[in-house]
């Protein structure tokens, strides 16, 4: 199964992570690795001061761009694995924030875990039955 994790955080928060949290990130996904949940991709993102938006909204095409001033929490970054459940991908990734406590004092967010569909395959049941509310 693949799962996307995106760590949301106040923009600017932490600045840029000190060597120790890096090195123990590199750690802990060596060690997740050996253990069935393998990082495919992992990378931080550029403040929102240097992206835009694509918004379809009324019929319209509109194009802002940032800082997204009203947004509390921005995604700071993303990283896709290979892990054998859902369980086990919330393992890693609880391990993963205690390493922002441990490294970066103060440092408050969130990650956000969601499994990725793949070409042709269904949607849960779950998802179904939000999608289906949704319209």
């Known amino acids: 199964m693949r799962f996307i994790s995106m760590?949301?955080?106040?923009?600017?928060?932490?600045?840029?992570?000190?060597?120790?949290f890096l090195d123990a990130m590199d750690q802990l996904v060596q060690e997740a690795s050996k253990e069935g949940c393998?990082?495919?991709?992992g990378v931080g993102l550029h403040p929102t001061s240097a992206g835009a938006r694509?918004?379809?909204?009324?019929?319209?095409?509109?194009?802002?761009?940032?800082?997204?001033t009203e947004a509390k929490e921005v995604v700071g970054g993303f990283a896709i694995?290979?892990?054998?459940?859902?369980?086990?991908?919330?393992?890693?990734?609880t391990r993963f924030m205690?390493?922002?406590?441990?490294?970066?004092?103060?440092?408050?967010g969130e990650c956000e875990v969601r499994q990725i569909a793949?070409?042709?395959?269904?949607?849960?049941?779950?998802a179904r039955e939000a999608q289906a509310a949704a319209v």
């Open 7 to 20: 760590v949301k955080s106040i923009e600017g928060m932490a600045g840029m992570p000190p060597k120790a």
């Open 38 to 41: 393998v990082m495919v991709e």
């Open 54 to 68: 694509v918004r379809l909204s009324a019929g319209k095409v509109s194009v802002m761009d940032g800082p997204f």
């Open 81 to 93: 694995f290979d892990a054998p459940s859902k369980a086990e991908m919330l393992i890693w990734t």
């Open 98 to 108: 205690d390493l922002h406590k441990k490294h970066l004092p103060g440092w408050e």
């Open 118 to 126: 793949g070409p042709g395959e269904k949607l849960c049941d779950q």
